[in-house]
């Protein structure tokens, strides 16, 4: 069994802890729970035959009070950045947590996921900034968690680029 340290990362509200609770609970609660620092889930997935284990962080949200602390991707295999469909302004700090990760503990897997496809229409987030994103190579999924749409593909996807990028690093070390 392969072991990997995930984390949820974004603006308060975006639904990371919805998203979660999802994935491995299979469930949906219309309350809005604020995390407070970090709760840490686990759930087994199959990913080409093998086992992965994810230890999945769902990290307290940053706002302007709430700052975010980087020792908490610390020892991470990758990360998901959540933007809320309905929040133009949880893309731009999303956008500003993957600089600030990637300046401080280096490049990680990752997939961006706007969440709230189920309100699809009330978007302010508009597409010509996701395709934007994926023109340069981001891998960017649509999610609801109340739905479900989407949930579990943002975790396989992640796990997915996480072995691919052992399976490179590996290759690497034997040249």
């Not at 009070?65 to 980087?70: G, I, N, S």
């Not at 109340?146 to 992640?158: I, P, S, Y």
Request: glycine share 8%; aromatic share 6%.
């Amino acid at each position: 069994m392969i072991k990997k340290k995930i984390c949820m990362v974004g603006l308060y509200g975006v639904g990371k802890t919805s998203l979660v609770k999802r994935f491995v609970d299979s469930i949906f609660d219309e309350r809005y729970l604020t995390t407070v620092g970090v709760k840490i889930d686990k759930k087994d997935v199959q990913v080409d035959g093998c086992t992965v284990s994810l230890a999945i962080w769902d990290i307290a949200g940053e706002d302007e009070l709430a700052e975010f602390r980087v020792s908490n991707v610390r020892g991470a295999s990758g990360y998901i950045l959540v933007a809320d469909g309905l929040r133009q302004a949880s893309l731009v700090k999303a956008l500003e947590l993957h600089d600030r990760i990637v300046s401080l503990v280096g490049p990680l897997p990752f997939v961006l996921v706007v969440n709230k496809a189920d309100l699809k229409p009330e978007w302010e987030i508009q597409p010509d900034a996701v395709a934007r994103l994926t023109d340069s190579g981001w891998q960017i999924l649509e999610t609801s968690a109340k739905t479900g749409e989407g949930v579990e593909q943002m975790f396989l996807a992640l796990a997915q680029e996480m072995l691919e990028r052992d399976a490179a690093q590996e290759a690497d070390e034997e040249d």
